[in-house]
C-alpha cells in the first residue's frame, strides 16, 4: 500500500526525484512520462515504466501524486494547472516574482478537480522561505538576510556560455564571508548586492577566441554580472569535467532581532545548507512534500498550498506518537 | 478586535511573554495571574491587571489564550491539563522524556472543554524539534546532532549553588568547537558526552570555603559534571554580577544526509540560534504559537497540538497573500 508516484519530465530534477523515493520505503515509483521517445529513456528504477507524457492521463487512477520536473520558465506555467486537475501534483516552480499568480491558476484547477497541488517546494522557494517566515513569526522585529552559495548557478552559466568564443562554462555564486561575519555580530548591515555575492567564472575558450574580450564581456554583462565583483578563470576543457562537473549549491537564512521592554536584548537566527547536489536535495524536499499532497487528499483536502499551509508532521513517514517521542 | 492573552506565572518567563506580546499589535495583555500577592507584583504592561491565580476561571471568556508560564518539573504537569479545560493554552514544557505523558493528559482535558492546547514550544523543545523533523523527512538517510550553548544551564548553576561553601555560582555549557567542525565537514563522528559539551562554572566561595574541596566536588558530581571536562573559576560576587548576570543561550541542530541512487552526494542542514535572552527568545516562539491556537480554535479544531502539527501560516500575522508575496 504505499504512495504511487508518477514524475513528469526526466531531467536532473526528474531523476533526483526518483532517488529520492528509493529511499522512503512507503513510496514507490509507478511510472516516468517523457517527451522524448520513450524507448530512448533509461531510468533507474527498473519496477517502474517509461511513457510517453501523452499517456499520462490515462494513469489518473493509478497515481497518487505526479511530481512535475519542468522548468519554471515554460513548462511549469501551463503544466501545472493541467495536471492540477486530474493528479495530485507537486511543483518547483521557482520564479518568486510569479508565484502569486501561478498560485491562483493553480488554486483554481486543484478545486475544479477535486485535488492537492503543492507549488514552490525545493530549498529556495521551500526550506528557505520556511525559515524566513518562522523567523519573522518570532522576532518581529528585526532583519532579513539571505546569501547564497557556494554553489552554481545555472542561469548564469547558461549567460557565459552564450558569449562568442566560449566554448563552455561554470559560473559559481558565493556569499562574501566578510559580510555574513558582521550579520552574525549583529551589526545589522545595510549591504549592496556587491557586498553580499561575488560571481566566479570557469571558462573553456574556442580556439583562437580573444581571452580578454570574453573577460571583459562577462564582466559588463547587465544583470548578470555588471554588480558584482566578477572574477573569470580560463581553463581547459579537460580541468572543467574534471573540476567542475558536479551541481553543488547551499546559502544562508539569516534574521537578527531584537526583544525586552527596551529591545535591550538582540538573537540571531541562522539557517543554512551545504548541498553536494542541488537537483538531488530539492528532489529529497519535493518528495516529502509528495507524502504531504497524498495525506492532505485523503483527508479530503483540495487547491493549492504551499509550505507556509502544510503542518510538518505531514512531510515525516513517523506517527504523531512516534514524532513527540523521537524528535520532539 | 486584538487577540487577548492571559499570563499565569509572572517569572522571568513570564515577563518575557509579556514584552513579546508588546511586539505583537494584533494581540494585547489582558491579565498576570499569580500565586504571589499580586499588590506585590509590578507588570510592566499598565493597561494589564494583575490578579490571584484563584481568579483566573472567572476569565474564562475574557481571554483567548492563556499562556503557562510555570516550570516542567511540577507546575505545568498539573496546571496545563488543569486550564486546558477551560482556555487556549500553551504551555513549554520541557522535560522530554515526559512528553507523550503530558500531551495524553492535556489532549484529553482540551477535548473535554472544547479547547486547542499547544505543549513543549519554545527553542528546544520548539524550534530545535521542528528543525530535526524537517531534516528527517528530507534526508530520511542521515545522522543527527544537537549542540547546545554557550549559554547558561539554571540546573547546572542551582546544582553547583548547593555545595557546601558556594555562595553563588553561573554554569555555561558550551559545545566543542572541534567536534561541531567535524560534524560540518560531514565526518558524522561517534561522539561521547564529553566530545560534545565542555562546562565552565563560575562560582563565588562564602567566607573561608575550601576551593580545592568545592573544585573537586564540581567536577565528580554525577549526572550533572561527571561526564564532562569541567572548568572551574573563582570569582568575586561583583564580577558575577558585572559579567554573568545575563542568561544568554543558544545552540545548533544538524543533520548529514546522503542522496543519490548509490549515495554518492552529501548534504548537511544547519539550524543555528545565539539569544542574549533565553526566557525572552522562548516567550517569542510561545506569542507566535498563542496565535496559532487562537486561529486553530477559530477554525473549530480541539485536543493538544505540538510544533509538528501546526502549519507555519498560523504563526504569522500576516495573510497567506502576503506571505506567498513576500517571503516564499
Not at 51 to 76: H, N, P
Not at 157 to 170: N, T
Request: with cysteine.
Amino acid at each position: 500500500m504505499s504512495i504511487r508516484i508518477g514524475i513528469l519530465g526526466y531531467g536532473n530534477l526528474g531523476r533526483g526525484v526518483e532517488c529520492a523515493i528509493r529511499q522512503n520505503p512507503d513510496m514507490e515509483l509507478a511510472a516516468v512520462f517523457t517527451r522524448r521517445n520513450p524507448a530512448d529513456v533509461e531510468i533507474l528504477t527498473k519496477t517502474a515504466k517509461v511513457l510517453k507524457v501523452d499517456e499520462a492521463l490515462e494513469w489518473k487512477d493509478k497515481l497518487d501524486v505526479m511530481i512535475l520536473c519542468g522548468g519554471s520558465a515554460t513548462d511549469l506555467p501551463v503544466q501545472t494547472p493541467e495536471y492540477a486537475k486530474y493528479f495530485n501534483v507537486v511543483d518547483s516552480f521557482d520564479t518568486h516574482a510569479r508565484i502569486p499568480e501561478h498560485f491562483a491558476q493553480v488554486d483554481a484547477a486543484a478545486k475544479e478537480g477535486g485535488k492537492v497541488a503543492v507549488i514552490s517546494v525545493g530549498w529556495d522557494p521551500g526550506m528557505f522561505s520556511l525559515n524566513r517566515m518562522y523567523a519573522n513569526a518570532i522576532l518581529p522585529e528585526g532583519k532579513d538576510y539571505t546569501f547564497w552559495g557556494r554553489g552554481v548557478s545555472q542561469g548564469h552559466s547558461d549567460a557565459v556560455r552564450r558569449i562568442e568564443g566560449v566554448k563552455d562554462a561554470k559560473q559559481y555564486t558565493i556569499p562574501v564571508e566578510s559580510a555574513l561575519a558582521a550579520v552574525r555580530a549583529g551589526e545589522n548591515p545595510d549591504l549592496t548586492t556587491r557586498q553580499k555575492h561575488t560571481r566566479d567564472c570557469f571558462v573553456v575558450l574556442e580556439e583562437g577566441a580573444d581571452a580578454a574580450k570574453v573577460e571583459q564581456e562577462i564582466k559588463t554583462m547587465p544583470n548578470y554580472f555588471a554588480d558584482y565583483d566578477t572574477t573569470v578563470h580560463f581553463i581547459s576543457e579537460e580541468e572543467l569535467k574534471r573540476e567542475h562537473s558536479g551541481i553543488p549549491h547551499g546559502g544562508f537564512v539569516l534574521r537578527s532581532g531584537r526583544t525586552g521592554w527596551e529591545r535591550e536584548h538582540s538573537h540571531l537566527i541562522e539557517y543554512s545548507l551545504k548541498l553536494d547536489s542541488n537537483p538531488e536535495f530539492t528532489a529529497s524536499v519535493i518528495v516529502a512534500y509528495a507524502r504531504a499532497a497524498f495525506r492532505l487528499a485523503q483527508e479530503g483536502q483540495t487547491g493549492c498550498k504551499t509550505v507556509f499551509d502544510i503542518a510538518p508532521a505531514y512531510l515525516s513517514a513517523k506517527s504523531g506518537e512516534e514524532l513527540r517521542a523521537s524528535m520532539l
